[in-house]
């Protein structure tokens, strides 16, 4: 059975950083690409950032590129986003998934999700 568990979140003053995670077990980690995704209220699920299997590949959307790096320990199966000089709107839960495909526009899809972690930023 397939575990996604993220972790890291919590609330943060504007301008701050924080560093999430997310440990998968139940497969083998190394052979799959990772994304990061978040959900506001009333918004829908967007891409954040994604990373392949060895990680040197990383992609980022253009709300985050340049206050974001993504990153993956394959040796303990967790992949990791630090976010700095986070602003309010980077407030929402965050959501990793294993191997995701964009399926239309920008909808992704997986076999496996975490359940998130919030992140909160204070003005």
């Known amino acids: 059975q397939v575990h996604v568990v993220e972790s890291g979140g919590g609330l943060v003053q504007s301008g701050g950083s924080l560093r999430l995670s997310c440990a998968v077990s139940?497969?083998?980690?190394?052979?799959?690409?990772m994304g990061w995704f978040r959900q506001a209220p009333g918004k829908e699920r967007e891409f954040v950032a994604a990373?392949?299997?060895?990680?040197?590949?990383?992609y980022y959307s253009d709300s985050v590129e340049g206050r974001s790096t993504i990153s993956r320990d394959n040796a303990k199966n967790t992949m990791f986003l630090q976010m700095n000089s986070l602003k309010p709107e980077d407030a929402a839960v965050y959501y990793c998934a294993v191997d995701p495909k964009l399926v239309a526009g920008n909808r992704y899809e997986s076999d496996y999700w975490g359940q998130g972690t919030q992140v909160t930023v204070s003005s």
């Open positions: 990373i392949n299997w060895s990680g040197g590949s990383t």
């Open positions: 139940g497969l083998t980690f190394s052979r799959y690409a």
